[in-house]
């Protein structure tokens, strides 16, 4: 149950930007000081993302006391670093409901309030939206409308941004880039871009000399055009002079400012006012903190990123105790693992794209470091460099959330499938991923995978499963290699049993029964058995049967089941079209069988936010919905008894 906290006594009196604008610029301190730590006291108790809106409380108070919003539009990129901005747009007595199951998202959504003006959630998206926004608006005749992109360090590793930026270089529309410059994303950033960024902001001539620009440029643009093309070319020069580097951004055509310090909030708001009047587009450069204000999550800023319930006094992260062993992590699973395998194979590579702590592939880049690789927000670079990686005798394990994977769909077809190369794709979070809602629910892994040729798609229904999986993904000539499991523990607190191989396509029989068969995959077969063993104490003996390979799929194992059974219940934790229900149904069709089916999954609709379990019942497929649809469908048997 989310619990709701008193604001301080300006944060109480605003509602929506309209009343910051009715402060003067000495309060705007004030509001920073309370509406961070409203953001505190709020996410310690209910939980949520953390350090990245702490990171731009300053940033987002003089956005919204400068812009002109929603008139003016503000795209926030993922949005995890959104939550002032909530709080000031109409949301802060509803906080308190972030990310709870019917609550307010977790991240900027169209739906619910006009001032997030674009859905985010994946990285790296702000640019190209915002310069929709800006080209839409030039083009409707709306010259005085400003659109700012709020875009952190680690996002504009993508190429998503390259891509936005080169085109808005050349557009001359009315657009913002707010470089958001913290060295984080929810790990430490990596690449070229990194070091390039630091390089300006060490530059000690440079930024003696940025400080005045934007109000120079900004008096001289009232002199007439052909002043402010002058000045725009001293500067030029100049800059190039005191800082070869700082051409990045100018050879795309943008102006660059910068950097300034992203916590100065009256400092902050005066450059604002100033880029205002600058026409065309424009990169400001803020040098941030992620986790501002608490000393716990600036100095260890990965583990601050979205910590739980915590005491906001003492920083303890609160964590549910009990005295017998607890199954681990799917993805620790997988990090203790990988490491396993590749002391025995040497050919083994790691490569994750900027989720190392969220992967657990830490582990591998810590013991193994020239093995493991984090590559930055860049799924279809990952992919294909996995690619290459496996034309050199290699066996990359590339891993990759669900979610995020559908953003290097076309490598996975062009540069692997079609190679029939051994890349094996470890797809975490599969399913329904819980409170960060629809952009990261793994609703559609099974189906987009399993339609590609040369592919082997698998699911492990447990610990063991998922280690055994990942053995057999590994030896040789295995070609392109699915592994979906699921966010959070598994079921086998006794997880680390010895590795041995899964015939490929083979899948199991987990009970016997009679009336009704059970097929499942995955991880979503242990709610099937918390079913099952309830239907039993009532008379219903239903047989229930582990797929495991949705391609291919084990057809003894179906003639078995139709030749039985004219009763079919399907349960998958994805999408219900074009997963492994409909792959049961064409095998059916295929094959001349006659039964009733009916499947259980992720219905053809986006699903909210929630706990996993909220989620499973509110879509029909938990262990309740389960018993409820073999009651329908089944005979109930009294006194009797299937042999196991």
């Given at each position: 149950?989310?619990?709701?906290?008193?604001?301080?006594?300006?944060?109480?009196?605003?509602?929506?930007?309209?009343?910051l604008?009715?402060?003067?610029?000495?309060q705007?301190?004030?509001?920073?000081?309370?509406?961070?730590?409203?953001?505190?006291?709020?996410?310690?108790?209910?939980?949520g993302?953390?350090?990245?809106?702490?990171?731009?409380?300053?940033?987002?108070?003089?956005?919204?006391?400068?812009?002109?919003?929603?008139y003016?539009?503000?795209?926030?990129?993922?949005?995890?670093?959104a939550?002032?901005?909530?709080?000031l747009t109409?949301?802060?007595?509803?906080?308190h409901?972030?990310?709870?199951?019917?609550?307010i998202?977790?991240?900027?959504?169209?739906?619910?309030?006009?001032y997030?003006?674009f859905?985010?959630?994946?990285?790296?998206?702000?640019?190209?939206?915002?310069?929709?926004?800006?080209?839409a608006?030039?083009?409707?005749?709306?010259?005085?409308?400003?659109?700012?992109?709020?875009?952190?360090?680690?996002?504009?590793?993508?190429?998503?941004?390259?891509?936005?930026?080169?085109h808005a270089?050349?557009?001359?529309?009315?657009?913002?880039?707010?470089?958001?410059?913290?060295?984080?994303?929810?790990?430490?950033?990596v690449?070229?871009?990194?070091?390039?960024?630091?390089?300006?902001?060490?530059?000690?001539?440079?930024?003696r000399?940025?400080?005045?620009?934007?109000?120079?440029?900004t008096?001289?643009?009232?002199?007439?055009?052909?002043?402010f093309?002058?000045a725009k070319?001293?500067?030029?020069s100049?800059?190039?002079?005191?800082?070869?580097?700082s051409?990045?951004?100018e050879a795309?055509?943008?102006?660059?400012?910068g950097?300034i310090?992203?916590?100065?909030?009256?400092?902050?708001?005066?450059?604002?006012?100033?880029l205002?009047?600058?026409p065309?587009p424009?990169?400001?450069?803020?040098?941030?903190?992620?986790?501002k204000?608490?000393?716990?999550a600036?100095?260890?800023?990965t583990?601050?990123h979205?910590?739980?319930?915590?005491?906001?006094?003492?920083?303890?992260?609160?964590?549910?105790?009990?005295?017998?062993?607890?199954?681990?992590?799917?993805q620790?699973?997988?990090?203790?693992?990988?490491?396993?395998?590749?002391?025995q194979?040497?050919?083994?590579?790691?490569i994750?794209?900027?989720?190392p702590?969220?992967?657990?592939?830490?582990l591998?880049?810590?013991?193994?470091?020239?093995r493991?690789?984090d590559?930055?927000?860049?799924?279809?670079?990952?992919?294909?460099?996995?690619?290459g990686?496996a034309?050199?005798g290699?066996?990359?394990?590339?891993?990759?959330?669900?979610?995020?994977?559908?953003?290097?769909?076309?490598?996975?077809i062009?540069d692997?499938?079609?190679?029939?190369?051994?890349?094996?794709?470890?797809?975490?979070?599969?399913?329904?991923?819980?409170?960060?809602?629809?952009?990261?629910?793994?609703?559609?892994?099974?189906?987009?995978?399993?339609?590609?040729?040369?592919?082997?798609?698998?699911?492990p229904?447990?610990e063991?499963?998922?280690?055994?999986?990942?053995y057999?993904?590994?030896?040789?000539?295995?070609?392109?290699?699915?592994?979906?499991?699921?966010?959070?523990?598994?079921?086998?607190?006794?997880?680390?049993?010895?590795?041995?191989a899964?015939?490929?396509?083979?899948g199991r029989?987990?009970?016997?029964?009679?009336d009704?068969?059970?097929?499942?995959?995955?991880?979503?077969?242990?709610?099937?058995?918390?079913?099952?063993?309830?239907?039993?104490?009532?008379?219903?003996?239903?047989?229930?049967?582990?797929i495991?390979?949705?391609?291919?799929?084990?057809?003894?194992?179906?003639?078995e089941?139709?030749?039985?059974?004219?009763?079919?219940?399907?349960?998958e934790?994805?999408?219900?079209?074009?997963?492994?229900?409909?792959?049961?149904?064409e095998?059916?069709?295929?094959?001349?069988?006659?039964a009733?089916?009916?499947?259980?999954?992720?219905?053809?609709?986006?699903?909210?936010?929630?706990?996993?379990?909220e989620?499973?019942a509110?879509?029909?497929?938990?262990?309740?919905?389960?018993?409820?649809?073999?009651?329908?469908?089944?005979?109930?048997?009294?006194?009797?008894?299937?042999?196991?």
């Open positions: 149950m989310s619990m709701q906290v008193t604001p301080g006594d300006l944060l109480q009196k605003i509602n929506y930007p309209s009343d604008k009715q402060l003067t610029e000495d705007l301190e004030q509001v920073c000081q309370e509406l961070r730590q409203y953001i505190i006291d709020v996410v310690s108790v209910n939980g993302h953390f350090g990245a809106s702490l990171g731009v409380v300053e940033l987002t108070v003089a956005l919204h006391y400068i812009l002109n919003t929603p003016d539009q503000l795209v926030w990129d993922v949005g995890h670093q939550y002032g901005h909530k709080i109409g949301r802060r007595d509803n906080f409901t972030n990310r709870v199951y019917k609550g998202s977790g991240f900027p959504k169209r739906s619910e309030s006009e997030d003006t859905g985010v959630g994946h990285s790296s998206t702000s640019v190209s939206a915002a310069l929709g926004m800006a080209v608006s030039r083009y409707k005749g709306e010259t005085d409308r400003q659109h700012v992109a709020v875009i952190g360090d680690g996002a504009m590793t993508a190429g998503m941004a390259f891509e936005a930026l080169n270089g050349i557009e001359n529309s009315n657009i913002l880039v707010i470089l958001n410059d913290n060295n984080m994303s929810i790990d430490p950033n690449g070229a871009l990194k070091q390039y960024l630091t390089d300006i902001t060490t530059s000690k001539p440079y930024n000399f940025r400080d005045d620009i934007a109000t120079v440029l008096k001289i643009s009232s002199m007439g055009p052909d002043a093309k002058f070319k001293i500067e030029k100049i800059k190039g002079t005191l800082l070869k580097k051409n990045f951004f795309l055509q943008f102006r660059y400012f950097p310090d992203g916590h100065d909030v009256k400092h902050l708001a005066k450059v604002l006012r100033d205002r009047d600058i065309g424009k990169l400001l450069h803020c040098v941030t903190v992620k986790g204000g608490y000393a716990l600036e100095k260890d800023q583990k601050w979205a910590p739980g319930l915590f005491d906001k006094i003492t920083g303890e992260i609160k964590k549910s105790k009990s005295d017998k062993p607890q199954p681990p992590k799917y620790d699973v997988f990090g203790h693992t990988i490491i396993e395998l590749a002391e194979n040497p050919k083994i590579m790691g994750t794209p900027a989720m702590s969220g992967c657990s592939l830490n591998m880049m810590k013991a193994m470091p020239d493991a690789f590559v930055g927000i860049a799924e279809q670079h990952a992919v294909t460099f996995s690619a990686l034309t050199q290699l066996i990359p394990f590339c891993n990759i959330y669900s979610s995020f994977m559908q953003r290097a769909y076309d490598q996975v062009h692997v499938a079609i190679q029939k190369l051994n890349v094996v794709f470890c797809l975490d979070r599969a399913g329904i991923a819980g409170a960060d809602g629809p952009t990261h629910h793994g609703a559609y892994d099974l189906a987009y995978m399993r339609c590609i040729p040369n592919m082997i798609v698998s699911a229904m447990n063991e499963e998922l280690r055994n999986l990942m057999t993904a590994q030896q040789d000539d295995m070609g392109p290699f699915v592994i979906r499991y699921p966010r959070g523990t598994g079921v086998m607190p006794d997880w680390q049993r010895p590795l041995k899964i015939p490929v396509g083979k029989k987990v009970t016997d029964g009679e009704v068969a059970i097929l499942s995959i995955g991880a979503i077969g242990n709610e099937v058995i918390r079913a099952s063993a309830e239907l039993n104490s009532e008379g219903f003996y239903p047989a229930h049967y582990d495991r390979f949705v391609k291919p799929l084990d057809e003894n194992l179906l003639h089941v139709f030749q039985k059974f004219s009763k079919v219940i399907t349960v934790d994805g999408c219900i079209e074009g997963g492994m229900g409909s792959a049961i149904l095998f059916m069709a295929d094959n001349n069988y006659s009733e089916i009916v499947r259980l999954g992720i219905p053809d609709e986006f699903i909210e936010h929630g706990e996993q379990p989620l499973w509110e879509c029909g497929y938990d262990a309740n919905a389960i018993m409820e649809q073999v009651k329908k469908m089944g005979i109930k048997r009294n006194q009797h008894t299937i042999a196991s």
